[in-house]
């Protein structure tokens, strides 16, 4: 039965007369007429097999569609119809689901802060200004600043946070609105972008790098190269007085803004000697005796760092509008230092007596 099923499986191929005897030396007791006729039946099926592909492969093939690059006919004005189904859709399901309020966005702080008009507890609470440090870590002199204690960290009242803040912000607002120069300080990693932006709004200068001992009490040697300007009551400077400049002492600061105290102390210490005002961010193991306006809050995060410094820039720049606003008017909100404009070498001075006045150091 085996030698049966594979003669009719694989017939075609042991068709030929030379195989034909081997197959009946050993299938002698099988039927050698079944065997025959299987061989007939599976030839004539091979023959068949091969016809039908030599017909097939007369006809012509027909070619293959390439459907990669489909072409739609659209009509001139199927674009139209689908822009106005679109807005037709948009119009019924843009009433569906919640409203959203408006939420805190820390990245903001640094592009577009707050004024000092918004100042609010929620905006202190998001930024994390309400942290302190440890129980064992505290200043004792910073215990009207704290609210209670919360897994043996101290709370910072966030009412007297804002209240401490706002009050800076009339501080920096005045400075800038008489014509002074406020100093932004933050020497800590990731406070230099708030740092200058700060400076920049309220028209000042910025410190984000180390503090040089001695800039203060001993400037005329260690700032004594720095290039000064005179500016009218507009901002716009003044040629012509860079030479009037070298003799004179070195530009301070009229208010110092502080945003990590613990690391510049040298630096407050000079402005104290020096009757200069400052103004910090006072954390519960700093001292706040160091400064004289202090903000109780966190001075670890960044956030609340970029909040206070980007509030009291805005509260600069309000200041500086305020004096620009009076200036057009005529009222000038300072008291301008008196400076003789004189020609540069080699000018002549025109009308009056036509004299000669060279620079000074010249003759006349």
């Known amino acids: 039965m085996i030698i049966r099923q594979t003669i009719i499986r694989h017939g075609w191929r042991i068709a030929t007369p030379r195989r034909l005897p081997c197959i009946r030396s050993f299938a002698s007791e099988v039927d050698i007429e079944a065997i025959e006729a299987s061989l007939d039946r599976s030839l004539k099926e091979t023959h068949s097999i091969e016809s ?14 390439d459907t990669t690059h489909t072409t739609f006919d659209y009509r001139k004005d199927q674009v139209a119809e689908d ?64 609210f209670g204690i ?33 100093l932004f300080v933050g020497t800590r990693k990731g406070q230099d972008r708030c740092v200058v932006n700060a400076a920049k709004w309220a028209g000042g200068c910025h410190l984000f790098e180390r503090w040089t001992p001695g800039s203060i009490t001993n400037g005329h040697q260690i700032l004594g190269r720095c290039r000064m300007q005179v500016v009218d009551e507009f901002d716009r400077p003044i040629p012509g007085l860079e030479n009037q400049l070298r003799e004179r002492p070195v530009l301070k600061p009229d208010l ?34 160091w400064v004289t306006y202090p903000i109780p809050a966190n001075d670890d995060s960044l956030r609340c760092v970029q909040l206070v410094a980007g509030v009291l820039g805005k509260a600069g720049e309000e200041g500086m509008k305020r004096r620009r606003e009076k200036a057009k008017r005529g009222e000038v909100t300072y008291q301008p230092e008196q400076f003789e404009l004189k020609p540069q070498e080699g000018e002549m001075k025109t009308g009056g007596d036509q004299e000669a006045i060279h620079h000074a150091g010249g003759s006349g």
């Open 52 to 65: 039908l592909l030599q017909n097939e492969s007369s006809e012509p093939v027909p070619p293959i569609e």
């Open 83 to 146: 822009f106005d189904s679109i807005r037709r859709q948009r119009s019924l399901t843009s009433r569906l689901g919640t409203a959203i309020t408006p939420h805190y966005t820390p990245q903001a702080l640094l592009a577009s802060p707050p004024a000092p008009s918004e100042i609010s507890l929620p905006l202190l609470l998001a930024s994390q200004s309400h942290l302190g440090h440890s129980t064992s870590l505290w200043n004792p002199l910073n215990s009207r600043y704290i």
């Open 150 to 182: 919360r897994s043996g960290i101290h709370i910072i009242s966030l009412d007297i946070t804002a209240a401490h803040l706002r009050r800076a912000c009339r501080v920096v607002s005045g400075v800038t609105e008489r014509g002074g120069l406020v």
């Open 256 to 289: 110092v803004v502080c945003l990590n105290p613990l690391e510049n102390w040298v630096m407050l210490h000079e402005c104290g000697l020096h009757g200069i005002p400052t103004v910090g961010i006072i954390d519960t193991d700093a001292n706040p005796t």
